[in-house]
């Protein structure tokens, strides 16, 4: 007997659609757009194997508003983008996939005015280029969005997503979405799941990756700043800072030019922050729990979130620490209810205000763009992945 806890439900125009035989539905913080895949396979009445509930809907189609329930909570408020049929003589399979409302700040251009701003705070920036798309922008609860920006462009041709996450990274936030489809200016998160993933006990399945590859044993930033008689002086014309990663235990420098004028402190502030950030996506994985929710059996409690901390113990993946999960995949497949956690090491999503594009950012940030697409802009269902999609991080910053 289904669990009304773990039904998923649909609602358009304040219709429940339900019996949803496979489903995904996709959270993160790597992700502008939450997204969903929801799948019925139906028998018309009199073909020898029964009905098996109604006909499908046909008022069903794209372009609607819509909302994703699992159980109580609202996990998706958006729209339909993909209403695909697949029929034969005696059976019906429907198929819908959507995302967040926040999904058009992917697809869709910047526009505002003159495609500038002077003097404004980020939250007035983002709202101001939501607005047209009747976009809630929300700042979480302690989040810092800086000073205000002396002046601010679009770009020609720019989404209206690639100018809110630059003018984010530029004060050292992050940006998500919120079930509801708003939009969320925030920070990595701090709060606990209050639930420890262990090997042996609540893990079905697991992997890891583990890489120095982008690891350095000493980080150093050279910088440039015009030189004058009466404050910097010559020697000023040219700045430098490191920051050392301890873990590395073997000769690895690496040399970073700051993109624009700075001081000896910012150098140092960047230094560090590329050691951390670097540190962050060195440590990284994943796994499949039961049910979509933190209690026993994945069946009671509240539901596993994006950007909560959890304790992960598991001497195969040889992980024993506190990591940010990352992004949720709640799924529903012939074996039945399951939960994909993504985490990573917190540093992965540290930011500092007005870091540009460094080499490795730019790689990347290159690569997540592609992974983005595929994750924000309808993703492929998991039980379509042969081999599974890779995870990269959003962390880098334009």
């Known amino acids: 007997m289904n669990n009304p806890v773990n039904d998923c439900r649909l609602l358009i125009d304040g219709k429940e659609y339900g019996g949803w035989t496979r489903l995904e539905v996709q959270r993160g913080i790597e992700q502008i757009a939450g997204g969903f895949v929801l799948q019925l396979t139906q028998r018309y009445p009199g073909d020898g194997g029964g009905a098996v509930g109604a006909l499908p809907p046909l008022q069903l189609r794209e372009g609607l508003p819509c909302q994703v329930y699992l159980g109580a909570d609202l996990v998706i408020g958006g729209y339909v983008d993909d209403y695909e049929t697949d029929d034969t003589a005696t059976s019906a399979q429907v198929r819908l996939s959507g995302r967040d409302k926040t999904a058009d700040l992917v697809d869709c251009s910047a526009i505002y005015k003159t495609g500038q701003w002077r003097g404004a705070k980020l939250e007035k920036i983002v709202a101001d280029i939501c607005a047209p798309f009747k976009i809630t922008v929300l700042v979480a609860p302690g989040t810092n969005t800086g000073d205000v920006f002396k002046r601010y462009a679009l770009e020609e041709g720019e989404k209206a997503f690639d100018a809110i996450d630059r003018a984010c990274r530029l004060r050292a936030v992050l940006v998500t979405s919120t079930p509801a ?218």
């Open 181 to 398: 489809g708003e939009l969320l200016i925030c920070t990595a998160g701090t709060t606990d799941s209050g639930v420890a993933l262990i090997e042996g006990v609540n893990m079905l399945k697991f992997n890891s990756r583990h890489s120095w590859k982008e690891r350095h044993s000493e980080v150093t930033l050279k910088g440039q700043v015009p030189g004058d008689d009466h404050e910097n002086g010559a020697a000023a014309a040219h700045l430098k800072a490191s920051g050392q990663d301890a873990e590395i235990n073997r000769y690895r420098p690496l040399v970073v030019m700051a993109e624009h004028g700075t001081s000896t402190k910012a150098l140092a502030d960047r230094a560090a922050w590329e050691v951390k950030v670097r540190m962050g996506r060195g440590k990284r994985g994943g796994c499949t729990v039961v049910g979509w929710r933190t209690g026993k059996d994945g069946q009671e409690g509240a539901l596993w979130q994006p950007n909560t901390l959890v304790q992960v113990t598991s001497p195969r993946m040889n992980i024993d620490r506190r990591l940010l999960i990352v992004s949720c995949s709640y799924q529903l497949t012939e074996q039945g209810r399951v939960c994909d956690l993504t985490f990573a090491r917190p540093e992965a999503f540290a930011l500092v205000e007005g870091v540009g594009r460094s080499k490795l950012n730019a790689k990347l940030n290159d690569k997540t763009q592609k992974e983005k697409k595929k994750k924000g802009d309808g993703f492929t269902p998991s039980w379509e992945l042969t081999p599974p999609n890779p995870r990269d991080l959003r962390g880098s910053e334009r």
